[in-house]
């Protein structure tokens, strides 16, 4: 069949690399605006497979996700399950996963559940560490980017903010995805 499409904008569908909205509905505006795959790269999931219950296991597009660092700190900091921010976090109750570090043991641990998300389809790790930066350090970053540079996977990254125009969480991902040679992908780049 041969269509006429004189003056119109034809492509095969977009890729959202930045959705945090694997429902029914989130799927259905996608789709409506002509996204074909949707991508929870930034906050990730973990287990990756746990975003099928959010769209009730009949997807209208393409999903998949990265493996979520949070989703995994609060598995082997607390024992806390939430696969995924729609999980219904109790921030309140989360508070240790979002101000201290991880003891050895707990790294190893982490290590361990980063990598088993990986081989189960992780497309990288998502890495929101702004919003982790009291409880991440250097040690728990090292395991990020080695265990991704491991799987050759990347990592997403929302950078921790600074000032306006502060380039510091920048160069600070840009050197560790150098040193463990891991693929970086930056989520957002605050002006």
Same mark, same amino acid.
């Given at each position: $069949?041969?269509?006429? !499409?004189?003056?119109?904008v034809?492509? *095969?569908?977009?890729?959202?690399?930045?959705?945090?909205?694997?429902? %029914?509905?989130?799927?259905?505006?996608?789709? =409506?605006?002509?996204?074909?795959?949707? =991508?929870?790269?930034?906050?990730?999931?973990? *287990?990756v497979?746990? =975003?099928?219950?959010?769209?009730?296991?009949?997807?209208?597009?393409?999903?998949?996700?990265?493996?979520?660092?949070?989703?995994?700190?609060?598995?082997?900091?607390?024992?806390? /399950?939430k %696969?995924?921010?729609?999980?219904?976090?109790?921030?309140?109750a989360?508070? *240790?996963?979002?101000? @201290?570090? =991880?003891?050895?043991?707990?790294? /190893?641990?982490?290590? @361990?559940?980063?990598?088993?998300?990986?081989?189960?389809?992780?497309?990288?790790?998502?890495?929101?560490?702004d919003?982790?930066?009291?409880?991440?350090?250097? @040690?728990?970053?090292?395991?990020?980017?080695?265990?991704?540079? @491991?799987?050759?996977?990347? !990592?997403? !990254? #929302?950078?921790?903010?600074?000032? *306006?125009?502060?380039?510091?969480?920048?160069? $600070?991902?840009?050197?560790?995805?150098?040193? #463990?040679?891991?693929?970086?992908?930056?989520?957002?780049?605050?002006?």
């Open positions: $069949e041969v269509i006429n !499409v004189s003056g119109q034809v492509a *095969p569908g977009f890729i959202d690399l930045h959705s945090h909205t694997p429902t %029914p509905l989130g799927q259905r505006y996608q789709a =409506l605006d002509g996204v074909t795959t949707a =991508l929870e790269l930034e906050a990730g999931a973990y *287990p497979a746990a =975003l099928e219950r959010f769209v009730d296991g009949r997807p209208a597009i393409n999903f998949g996700a990265s493996v979520s660092l949070l989703a995994a700190r609060l598995l082997v900091k607390q024992g806390i /399950e %696969p995924h921010l729609l999980s219904g976090i109790d921030f309140v989360a508070r *240790p996963t979002f101000t @201290e570090p =991880l003891t050895a043991a707990e790294l /190893e641990s982490l290590r @361990e559940h980063l990598a088993r998300g990986l081989a189960g389809g992780g497309l990288g790790i998502g890495l929101l560490f919003y982790l930066r009291t409880a991440v350090g250097p @040690e728990e970053l090292n395991v990020v980017f080695a265990t991704a540079a @491991e799987y050759q996977a990347p !990592v997403f !990254v #929302h950078i921790r903010r600074e000032l *306006p125009g502060d380039a510091a969480g920048l160069a $600070e991902m840009i050197e560790l995805a150098r040193r #463990h040679r891991a693929p970086l992908h930056v989520c957002h780049l605050n002006a």
